[in-house]
C-alpha cells in the first residue's frame, strides 16, 4: 500500500482536524494524552494535484494531545450489560443459539436478572412490563408462563437512550385446568363372550374387560355409573339401538367412549373389517357389523369428543395415522378445546385371543396412571411397546376421517 496513493486520502482542508475516538466505558474523565502517528502534506494545492513526492514529509509526524476530558461531554453510546441469575440458562444465551431449555413445572416463575450502565439505566423490562429492584441491585419480576415453550425477553436502557435485549427459552410443562362443568363423560363398553352359532368360537375375556373397563373409569376417572352402559353379548339389533339411544342422549358438550372386545374379521379382497355380533354366522354376513356402519353412528353422534378402542380388526382405510411419539409439551385445554374423533384399534387382521395384550395394557395404564389428565394419544403411546413387545400384533392410532374431528384429543380426566 502506497501511504498517499489518491484512494487514501479522504480530504483535502486547511480546517482544523475533528478526532472521534472511543473511550472504555469505565472512563470517568479527567487528563488524557495522545500521541496520533500522521502524514501531511505542505501545500494543498499541490495535494489536489497528487505532486505527492514535491509536498509530504517522507515521515510521520506525531500529532500529540495533551488535554483535561470533561465526563460530562463524553457520549455514552455503550448500552447496558444485562446478566441472566435466575432461571439457570448458563449465562446469556441468545434464543436462536440456546442448547439447553429450561423446564418449568409450575404456572408461573421468577426472573431475575443483573443490569448495569456506568451512565445510569433507565428502565428494566421483563416480557414488556417494568421489573422490579430487590434492594441487591438485581431486577426481578414474576412470569405468568404458558403450557409448553415460553420465550422471555429482557429489555434494558441507559439514560442516554442505548438499549440491550437478551431474550431465552423456558418449557412450561404445568397443565392448565380443564373446564368440563357443562359436558359430561359417557361409555359404551361392548363385551362379547358367547355366540350363538356353533360355526364361532366363544370367547373368555370380552365381557370380564369390559366390567374391568367401567369400574376404573367410574372409580378414577369422571365417568358417572349411570352414564356408563355395557353391553354383554349384544346381538347386531342390540347395537343399533345403543348407538341410536346414545345418539339421542348425547350433547356437543358430552364426551364419548366406545370399546368394543370380541370377534372381528377382515375380508382382504374387499378391504373391509367387521365386528361379529353375537347373532353372527361365517354363513352370511347379514349380521355381522362394518366398521363403516360404525363409522356412520360416529358421525350422527354430535359429541365434543368421541374415542373409539376396538380389540378387533377396523379398517386401516377410515384412519388417518399420525404419530404420537414426541418430547413436545402441549396445552391439554386447547386440545380439550377442539373437537376430536379418534381410534384406537389392536392392529389384529385375525380373530382375538382369549387373553388380549392389547386389552391388558389398556387396562393396566388406565388404572396405573398418577397424572391428572391423560391424552389418548398419549394412552397409547403409553401401550403400544408393550403391544408390539408381547404380540404380532401393530396397534394404531388416528383420526376417524370424514366425522368432524378438528384436531383435538379425547382427554380421560382423573377424580
Known amino acids: 500500500m502506497h501511504l498517499y496513493d489518491k484512494k487514501y486520502v479522504f480530504e483535502y482542508s486547511n480546517n482544523k482536524i475533528e478526532l472521534v475516538f472511543f473511550v472504555n466505558p469505565e472512563f470517568a474523565g479527567g487528563n488524557v494524552k495522545l500521541e496520533v502517528p500522521i502524514l501531511y502534506a505542505k501545500n494543498i494545492s499541490k495535494a489536489q494535484h497528487q505532486l505527492w513526492d514535491d509536498i509530504t514529509f517522507r515521515q510521520p509526524r506525531k500529532l500529540i494531545i495533551d488535554n483535561f476530558i470533561d465526563a460530562s461531554k463524553i457520549a455514552d453510546v455503550s448500552p447496558p450489560i444485562i446478566k441472566i441469575i435466575s432461571p439457570n440458562v448458563r449465562g446469556v444465551i441468545p434464543t436462536d443459539n440456546q442448547t439447553e431449555i429450561p423446564y418449568i413445572q409450575n404456572k408461573s416463575m421468577e426472573v431475575i436478572v443483573d443490569v448495569w450502565d456506568n451512565g445510569g439505566l433507565s428502565s428494566v423490562k421483563i416480557n414488556e412490563r417494568p421489573a422490579s429492584k430487590y434492594p441487591n441491585g438485581k431486577y426481578f419480576d414474576f412470569i405468568t408462563l404458558f403450557t409448553g415453550e415460553n420465550t422471555i425477553k429482557i429489555v434494558a436502557t441507559d439514560k442516554s437512550g442505548n438499549t440491550s435485549i437478551e431474550k431465552f427459552k423456558v418449557i412450561c410443562t404445568y397443565q392448565y385446568d380443564i373446564d368440563v362443568s357443562k359436558g359430561k363423560y359417557y361409555a359404551l363398553l361392548i363385551g362379547i363372550d358367547d355366540y350363538l352359532n356353533d360355526g364361532i368360537s366363544d370367547l373368555k375375556g370380552p365381557i370380564e374387560d369390559a366390567k374391568k373397563l367401567k369400574e376404573i373409569l367410574n372409580l378414577q376417572y369422571t365417568f358417572d355409573k349411570e352414564n356408563i352402559t355395557v353391553l354383554e353379548n349384544p346381538k347386531r339389533s342390540d347395537l343399533i339401538s345403543s348407538f341410536e339411544n346414545i345418539a339421542e342422549k348425547i350433547t356437543e358438550d358430552d364426551n364419548l367412549l366406545i ?153 380421560f380426566i382423573k377424580r
Not at 386389552?359 to 397409547?380: T, Y
Request: hydrophobic content about 35%; proline content about 3%; overall charge positive.
Open 259 to 411: 370399546f368394543y372386545a370380541g370377534h372381528g374379521l377382515w375380508n382382504e379382497k374387499i378391504q373391509t373389517g367387521y365386528w361379529l355380533p353375537s347373532d353372527a354366522s361365517y354363513k352370511s354376513t347379514s349380521n355381522w357389523f362394518r366398521n363403516s356402519t360404525v363409522k356412520d353412528f360416529i358421525n350422527s353422534i354430535k359429541s365434543k369428543h368421541t374415542l373409539l378402542i376396538s380389540d378387533a380388526c377396523f379398517s386401516g382405510s377410515i384412519f388417518r395415522t399420525r404419530s404420537v411419539v414426541g418430547k413436545n409439551i402441549t396445552a391439554y385445554n386447547k386440545l380439550y378445546s377442539l373437537n376430536s374423533r379418534k381410534g384406537m384399534t389392536s392392529g389384529t387382521l385375525k380373530e382375538v385371543p382369549d387373553k388380549s395384550v392389547f386389552i391388558e395394557q389398556l387396562i393396566i395404564n388406565l388404572s396405573q396412571n398418577n397424572e391428572k389428565f391423560l391424552p389418548s394419544a398419549k394412552l397409547f403411546n403409553n401401550l403400544r411397546d408393550a403391544v408390539l413387545n408381547n404380540s404380532p400384533n401393530v396397534p394404531q392410532y388416528g383420526t376417524i376421517q370424514g366425522v368432524g374431528d378438528n384436531g383435538g384429543e379425547f382427554i
